[in-house]
């Protein structure tokens, strides 16, 4: 568990009382902050209320497709085993994956004249995958090694080396020789054509094609644009109905330039593709984070296209190999988030990926390391996996009203602080902004607690930083702050210049002029405009000297009396389905509390959860349910990681650790509590801990 390092102390008249908070010294009174944040032991209400008298359909469109490695794995048994398994347990209507071209895959490509393409794997594949159920969105990569005119561990031996290559499976992405995409287009036209002769222009149809992976190789719109445009017209040469998009960048890129692009060069395309995971560059970290910072990015970039089908084809709880969220329940939370925020917004909504049989990085080793998957390799299904299982098994077809209050019942601040001792945030934290002095008065104190008696004594102050002297430019500087202008980090930013002590007269602000200014030789200030307090004084400094960031360290921050409990972030989400012809018993009510991934931010305080199903008379919506259960994901339900590192993180696990971790992510229904109220609103209730899935379900 994250925890806040705190300290607690007793107020006794500014004694000089040594005492540590993280690794800051204090003289003076102090106490924590642990519980008056949204961290820690305390317990936040939220409450949701759902309403089934008003609904909308709910298509289930994050089904409709899953990414997975790259092309040549599809070929193996135990991906084939996993794709069946997602196809039953997770609804799974569609993959995508890399490199069908790559010269592993066949080669595809087999040289030059008449008879230069193979397509025995993709056929394969794409039998296979038919036979289940389940359509491509086919990426059109990578370059082959004749096209590129390039040698390939053995293939177009003749040739140079290529020059760029991606991923431990070394897919080519150079452009083609000499720029001509003649060859691809020619490649791209007998591919397609090839597929509409096997299975008929019907199926094809309903596929879709998506050109390259995140401008790999393919900087736009230099290259990239040739390349699509040969592709696009490819595949409209064998049949204008034929759907083909792109430009599949990363991190929600040229998204309003490829539309534009494309009609001023008259080149077709039927839907927007791109990429985002939480992790890309953009969202605030830290004590900043935002749980809701990828959602409004995505719903941002796809209002800019409103007009167009947009495919998300990535995403994930984050970004990249290692990733610490991707085996834990956090990924189930993560899920449960997007899938109500983002599924009736996106036309195709691909998570990254269904199973962990996966090389980018080489393939893996070890059962549980973080790759993307839902699955490991070995077959035991991560919390993903599970989220996606219950989405599946339990969604209904029509959408209910729902609604989230983060902050139901939280307490305010108490503004009588002068009255309170001093409470500390913790060494090495700032609050940035928000000064109530101009920059030529920040004054000096010889302690942080001689700088939070300043805040208590002036009228608008709400919090107080004071740095130590290793602070750099600044030791011993004082700074007054309101508190609602400020933001909460963990690393000071630099005023625009430094403090350099001397004795300098100004006014002092309401209440402040019961405090002293201390001076490095101990002098006082005129007597009209100070006082002695504590028997010591301070002084106000000038700061005409350049300031050096990389100095600016040592700041202790805190409050004025007793923290304000902050308001609690948006951590938990909640949507609603029922099936429209079915009554009660049909509800569900998916509850995700998706937490900060940074480890160095404290815990997320647990939720009070309440859950208020109102009564309606409609049709057939309402009957009294007998009782009320929960479905978890979290650290102790659903969640193999936690006993396979028990086990001692074993890199092959026996047939029997085999078994027990396959039992260890299985879910299970729990009893929780229930009323009905006197107008006949359920109410069920439950404590929900950060990182978790939970589906309420009522049985009538």
């Known amino acids: 568990q994250r925890k806040k390092n705190s300290v607690h102390i007793v107020q006794a008249n500014m004694t000089s009382l040594l005492v540590t908070c993280g690794m800051v010294l204090l003289h003076g009174c102090v106490t924590d902050a642990t519980k008056a944040d949204d961290h820690g032991g305390s317990i936040v209400e939220v409450a949701i209320e759902v309403d089934p008298a008003k609904t909308t359909p709910f298509e289930h469109r994050w089904k409709r497709s899953w990414g997975s490695g790259h092309a040549k794995l599809t070929l193996r048994q135990d991906w084939r085993a996993h794709a069946k398994r997602a196809v039953a347990d997770l609804g799974m209507q569609g993959v995508r994956y890399h490199g069908m071209f790559d010269d592993d895959n066949g080669p595809v490509v ?14 394969n594949t794409w039998d296979y995958l038919l036979s289940i159920g389940v359509r491509p969105i086919v990426e059109l990569s990578f370059l082959p090694a004749y096209i590129a005119n390039c040698s390939w561990y053995g293939v177009n031996p003749e040739a140079p080396k290529c020059g760029a290559t991606c991923f431990d499976y070394h897919g080519i992405t150079q452009p083609p020789y000499n720029d001509d995409f003649d060859p691809w287009y020619s490649l791209v036209r007998a591919t397609v054509q090839h597929l509409v002769d096997r299975y008929g222009l019907a199926e094809i149809q309903q596929w879709s094609f998506e050109v390259w992976n995140e401008l790999w190789g ?18 409209k040469s064998v049949h204008p109905s034929l759907k083909v998009g792109g430009p599949a960048t990363a991190q929600l890129k040229h998204v309003t330039d490829f539309p534009a692009d494309c009609r001023n060069a008259g080149i077709p395309f039927d839907f927007i593709s791109t990429h985002h995971y939480p992790t890309d560059p953009g969202c605030p970290t830290g004590f900043n984070w935002d749980p809701d910072c990828f959602t409004n990015d995505v719903l941002a970039s796809r209002a800019s296209v409103a007009n167009y ?9 984050g970004c990249c190999l290692g990733y610490s969220q991707h085996d834990t329940p956090a990924a189930a939370a993560f899920i449960f988030r997007q899938v109500g925020a983002l599924n009736d917004h996106l036309d195709v909504f691909s998570y990254w990926t269904f199973t962990d049989v996966f090389e980018e990085g080489g393939f893996p080793t070890t059962e549980f390391s973080n790759i993307y998957g839902s699955m490991t390799h070995g077959g035991i299904p991560k919390p993903a996996w599970r989220a996606f299982q219950l989405l599946h098994s339990h969604a209904g077809d029509s959408r209910i009203h729902t609604t989230v209050d983060n902050n139901a019942g939280h307490q305010v601040a108490d503004t009588d602080h002068v009255q309170h001792t001093c409470t500390v945030v913790g060494g090495g934290v700032d609050f940035n902004g928000g000064d109530l002095l101009p920059d030529s008065q920040h004054f000096l104190t010889p302690d942080a607690a001689h700088c939070c008696s300043a805040c208590q004594g002036h009228d608008n102050c709400t919090a107080w930083s004071w740095g130590d002297n290793s602070s750099g430019c600044c030791p011993q500087r004082c700074y007054l702050k309101d508190l609602s202008r400020t933001t909460q980090s963990l690393s000071h930013t630099p005023p625009t210049t430094c403090c350099r002590p001397r004795v300098h007269s100004h006014p002092l602000p309401p209440r402040i002029r019961s405090i002293c200014m201390f001076s490095p030789l101990q002098r006082c200030l005129t007597a009209d405009s100070t006082v002695q307090v504590f028997g010591m004084c301070v002084s106000t400094v000038a700061c005409p000297l350049p300031c050096n960031p990389a100095n600016q360290r040592g700041f202790t921050s805190g409050y004025p009396g007793a923290a ?9 989400s909640a949507w609603s389905t029922m099936n429209h012809t079915d009554g009660m018993g049909s509800v569900r009510v998916f509850v995700g509390f998706w937490g900060n991934p940074d480890a160095s931010v404290p815990a997320a305080a647990n939720r009070s959860i309440s859950v208020t199903i109102k009564k309606s008379d409609s049709h057939r919506v309402f009957q009294a349910p007998t009782a009320a259960h929960v479905i978890r994901i979290d650290d102790t339900h659903a969640n193999p990681r936690a006993l396979w590192e028990t086990m001692g993180a074993p890199t092959v696990p026996s047939p029997a650790q ?12 729990e009893p929780a509590d229930m009323r009905i109220t006197n ?9 929900a801990s950060e990182n978790s899935a939970t589906v309420v379900i009522l049985s009538v």
């Open 309 to 317: 089908s947009y495919y998300l084809t990535e995403y994930n709880v």
């Open 679 to 687: 107008n006949g609103d359920i109410i069920v209730s439950f404590i």
């Open 658 to 669: 085999y078994d027990q971790l396959n039992q260890a992510s299985e879910y299970a229904e």
């Open 564 to 572: 304000p409990p902050a308001p609690a972030k948006d951590y938990v």
């Open 218 to 235: 393919m900087p736009y719109p230099s290259q990239y644009l040739p390349l699509y445009n040969a592709s696009a017209h490819a595949i």
């Open 110 to 123: 087999t040289g030059f004249g008449d008879n230069k393409y193979n397509f025995t794997a993709l056929d």
